[in-house]
């Protein structure tokens, strides 16, 4: 059994990780913080885990406890992984980061971005990237994984088949993604009120994401040099899912694209490729863990369209962390993870 810590329980990427890990056989979630809920019985928070959970409350953070685990999620805000994250290795406890504490390999991008300096930049050097469908391999032998986010996720696993063939034109690259409001966290603010956010779409953050440099670390990793991306964020009245519509423009326009997304994930258990023609729908990847992909050319011209959707809670946050969990355990990549979408 591995024995799991959760710092940052309360909020949707940690009552994630609890309803995933519940049916996990090979985990057992020993530690699970917040300081606001201290005491508290988990069950008595979230009652769709009742009799799964039974005698674990929520306590507050004790490095000395987490470090009695084998791995410790972190689902908390960025800055507070890179405070507790470096006790935990030394002690030999693996760290799975949900947030975005290490996903810039730069910490002086990080910091221009999160608007405070990185507060472990000696740490980057060991943290891993956690998509498996690029980086299963150093996640094997990893001890620092940074979750990518539900944006970057959807974004990257669309592009990649193009750029890594090298067939789109990376200058000027779009994303066009849609979030439900989950993505927010379960924070009060305003804008994520039922009567700001329903029946209503708005688009955001257009001048500049947070995901931006992510998604564009990632996508040069792929194309091999550098890439022009325009990223434009909208928030839309669901509560889970994200909808990437990305667009490049192919200056060969005979290549296969169907098999060559296909051939690209023939062998990604979480990632579907769906027939030509093919419309994913958020709803069809809902609590699952998977990434559901459609390539088209719209009247056969040069302009590709791929669309990619995600569960932002599943594949862009809790299932991809336990993905990783398994991969660095050397546990089957599936474990826990099979289940199917929550239709209708
Ligand atoms: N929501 C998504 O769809 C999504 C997707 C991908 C990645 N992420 C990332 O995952 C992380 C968690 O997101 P979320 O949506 O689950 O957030 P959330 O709902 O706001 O929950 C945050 C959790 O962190 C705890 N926390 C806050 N400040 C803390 C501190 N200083 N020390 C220890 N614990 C602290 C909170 O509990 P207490 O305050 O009671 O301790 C709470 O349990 C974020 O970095 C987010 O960007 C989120």
């Not at 009742?50 to 004790?62: E, I, K, M, Q």
């Not at 990185?118 to 994984?145: T, W």
């Not at 993505?183 to 779409?201: H, K, Q, T």
Request: charged share 20%; net charge negative; aromatic share 6%.
């Amino acid at each position: 059994m591995v024995k799991v810590g959760i710092v940052g329980g309360t909020g949707y990427t940690g009552v994630e990780l609890l309803r995933l890990l519940a049916q996990h056989p090979q985990a057992e979630v020993a530690v699970i913080t917040s300081r606001s809920e201290a005491g508290l019985a988990v069950a008595d928070m979230y009652p769709n885990l009742r009799g799964h959970y039974d005698g674990l409350a929520f306590s507050v953070p004790d490095s000395k406890a987490l470090a009695a685990c084998d791995v410790v999620f972190f689902a908390t805000p960025h800055g507070v992984a890179h405070a507790l994250a470096g006790e935990l290795l030394a002690a030999g406890t693996k760290v799975i980061d949900l947030s975005a504490d290490f996903r810039l390999q730069d910490a002086d991008e990080w910091a221009k971005w999160y608007g405070q300096p990185h507060g472990a930049p000696e740490l980057l050097k060991d943290a891993v990237y956690g998509l498996p469908e690029v980086n299963r391999e150093q996640i094997r032998q990893a001890r620092l994984i940074a979750v990518p986010g539900c944006y970057p996720t959807a974004t990257q696993l669309g592009f990649l088949p193009l750029l890594e063939a090298g067939i789109a034109d990376t200058s000027r690259l779009i994303a066009d993604c849609k979030s439900g409001v989950s993505g927010a966290g379960r924070g009060a603010s305003v804008g994520s009120l039922f009567c700001e956010a329903g029946e209503s779409m708005k688009a955001y953050a257009v001048k500049g994401h947070r995901h931006l440099p992510e998604i564009c670390q990632g996508l040069r990793r792929a194309a091999g040099g550098d890439v022009g991306l325009t990223f434009v964020p909208h928030l839309t009245p669901m509560i889970r899912g994200i909808h990437s519509t990305l667009y490049a423009t192919v200056a060969d326009t005979s290549v296969d694209l169907q098999a060559l997304f296909e051939k690209r994930y023939a062998d990604e258990p979480f990632v579907d490729v769906m027939p030509a023609g093919s419309h994913p729908e958020t709803r069809s990847v809902r609590g699952a863990n998977v990434c559901r992909i459609a390539v088209h050319r719209p009247q056969g011209g040069d302009l590709v369209v791929v669309l990619s959707v995600i569960d932002n809670l599943v594949k862009g946050a809790s299932g991809q962390a336990v993905q990783n969990l398994n991969i660095l355990f050397g546990l089957d990549e599936r474990m826990g993870l099979s289940h199917a979408g929550l239709l209708p």
